[in-house]
């Protein structure tokens, strides 16, 4: 695979357009799993949570490319399609129940991490 393709290239997007996306997938992901807005607040700024999901995000990104990149000649518009979907679908099946569980929320704004 060409070193210098990009999942941003390769679906054309910007990187403003790919952050608000990755942010939209972590917001969706977590938000399955908090109880409230402010435990979503509490997992969606808790950096072991991020990492993983930076982490995972780019073993998709390999495995999308791998698994896409011959149908690069599909319009931009379908190929971005796909990522999203096939993101989403990573993104709701594996999720970091572990860290997720460590972020303990009383409910009243104040929290716990083991």
């Given at each position: 695979?060409?070193?210098?393709l990009t999942?941003?290239t390769?679906?054309?997007?910007?990187?403003?357009?790919y952050e608000?996306?990755?942010i939209?997938?972590l917001k969706?992901?977590?938000?399955?799993h908090?109880k409230?807005?402010?435990?979503?607040?509490l997992?969606?700024?808790?950096?072991?949570?991020?990492?993983?999901?930076?982490?995972?995000?780019k073993?998709?990104?390999?495995?999308?490319?791998?698994k896409?990149k011959?149908?690069?000649n599909?319009?931009n518009?379908?190929?971005?399609?796909?990522?999203?979907?096939?993101?989403?679908k990573?993104a709701?099946?594996?999720?970091?129940s572990?860290?997720?569980?460590g972020?303990?929320?009383?409910?009243n704004?104040k929290?716990l991490?083991?």
């Amino acid at each position: 695979m060409d070193k210098k393709l990009t999942i941003k290239t390769f679906i054309c997007i910007s990187d403003v357009d790919y952050e608000l996306l990755l942010i939209r997938f972590l917001k969706l992901m977590l938000q399955r799993h908090a109880k409230d807005d402010v435990h979503l607040q509490l997992l969606i700024t808790n950096k072991p949570i991020i990492r993983w999901f930076v982490t995972q995000i780019k073993k998709h990104n390999k495995t999308f490319l791998e698994k896409y990149k011959r149908h690069k000649n599909l319009p931009n518009v379908v190929l971005h399609g796909h990522y999203r979907a096939y993101i989403l679908k990573k993104a709701i099946q594996f999720y970091p129940s572990a860290l997720i569980s460590g972020v303990r929320y009383n409910g009243n704004s104040k929290f716990l991490c083991n």
